[in-house]
């Protein structure tokens, strides 16, 4: 069983810069690590993704260009770089593993518990 735990999140203003970590328990050998996350009252939703190896990571339209999703194998740790940020990045950022390649939620087997991420204008 693979345990994902987010750090990173916090309180920036418009403008501003944050990177989140995705650190595993175990290998991430052979998963994608997606991006998602949920604001109170609406579904999660596709940030980005990254392969194992090599690879386009994918993003989701509204974020490209200002976040960047990268991995440390060696650390078994995924990052994502996040930069002009807005009031409508706020949200609960989650990591998580799966075997495709994927924009969908259901697609992935193992969650992290969240990170809050508050963008103030």
């Known amino acids: 069983q693979v345990q994902l735990v987010e750090s990173g999140g916090g309180p920036v203003q418009a403008g501003g810069s944050l990177r989140l970590s995705c650190a595993a328990s175990?290998?991430?050998?052979?998963?994608?690590t997606g991006w998602f996350r949920q604001v109170p009252g609406k579904e999660r939703e596709f940030v980005a993704v990254i392969g194992w190896g090599t690879g386009t990571p994918v993003y989701e339209d509204s974020v490209k260009g200002r976040f960047t999703i990268s991995r440390d194998n060696a650390k078994n740790t995924v990052f994502l770089h996040m930069n002009s940020l807005k009031p409508e990045d706020t949200a609960v950022y989650y990591c998580a593993l799966g075997r495709v390649i994927s924009r969908v939620e259901r697609m992935y087997a193992y969650w992290g518990q969240g990170t809050q991420v508050t963008v103030s204008s």
């Open positions: 175990g290998s991430f050998s052979g998963y994608y």
